[in-house]
């Protein structure tokens, strides 16, 4: 998956370093615009948002605010097949073992973008080197699994919604004790904090037909730093640097 990203980034790179021109800016020229999108990264997904404000004929201050989610490369998504879903018992939900907390960003950055190259018809691409750097809030948000408990003396089972803990690891670490994942909304009232920065680096790729209109296509280099290692599994070596290659499309209006 990185190199497939390594090579769109290089390959876009070498498209905008062939395609500059020296000449003078052509049509109108907007001091405003607003947009957002989604991007993929090597560690999940985003979803942002970006005002740009122009100070110069070449240049824009950008403001971004961006959601993102961030997996571990460790993560596994399976499902436990027990041949039969007990009478008034949901099925079995995926799940991912060994997995402690589900982790989230929320970025606010601000920084620039230099055009390198200026779209020469209607049909051509814009190419601006964008650069951001800001603050980020790490959201945890506690990973519950379904477990497995038997009843005193009877086959029987009862299923209890748990997060991990000292007191339960043998239980949820146990293969045979998993029925499932709990679902979204478990540990949505026990999130907890972790403030970091952020920055970004990309190319952006804009071939909107008309010039108000903003349709872009960006590569580039993440770079998120937190103050302690961010606990997303249990047994897996856990990250306090996240590094990303990323792909985004992004929509908006200029004024």
């Known amino acids: 998956m990185k190199h497939v990203f390594a090579f769109v980034i290089l390959f876009f790179i070498a ?37 740009g404000k122009r100070d110069e004929l070449k240049k824009k201050t ?21 041949g039969f879903s007990p009478f008034g018992i949901n099925s079995p939900k995926p799940f991912i073992y060994g997995k402690q907390n589900n982790f989230y960003l929320l970025n606010a950055a601000i920084g620039r973008q230099l055009m390198l190259a200026e779209r020469a ?14 603050v980020s809030l790490g959201l945890l948000k506690p990973y519950y699994l379904d477990l497995l408990y038997p009843v005193d003396n009877t086959t029987q089972y009862r299923i209890l919604s748990e997060k991990y803990s000292e007191e339960n690891a043998s239980t949820f670490l146990d293969w045979f004790s ?20 952020h920055l970004k680096a990309g190319l952006n790729f804009d071939w909107a037909t008309y010039d ?44």
């Not at 950008?62 to 027990?82: G, P």
């Not at 018809?121 to 800001?134: A, D, N, P, Y």
């Not at 998993?178 to 920065?197: H, N, Q, R, T």
């Open 121 to 134: 018809e209607r049909s051509g691409v814009e190419v601006g080197l964008k650069l951001l750097g800001g």
């Open 62 to 82: 950008i403001y971004q605010f961006e959601f993102t989610q961030i997996h571990s490369s460790k993560e596994v998504k399976q499902t436990i097949d027990f």
């Open 212 to 255: 108000d209109f903003l349709k872009a296509l960006e590569v580039g280099v993440i770079f998120d730093a937190y103050y302690k290692k961010v606990p997303i599994m249990i047994i897996e070596k856990n990250q306090q640097f996240f590094p990303n290659l990323y792909v985004s499309l992004q929509f908006g209006k200029k004024w």
């Open 178 to 197: 998993i029925y499932g994942g709990s679902g979204f909304a478990y540990g949505l009232d026990e999130i907890k904090f972790i403030p970091g920065a």
């Open 15 to 51: 498209t905008a370093a062939f395609s500059q021109q020296p000449a003078e800016l052509k049509g109108i020229i907007y001091s405003t615009e607003l947009s957002g999108g989604i991007s993929v990264h090597t560690s999940g997904w985003g979803i942002f948002a970006d005002l």
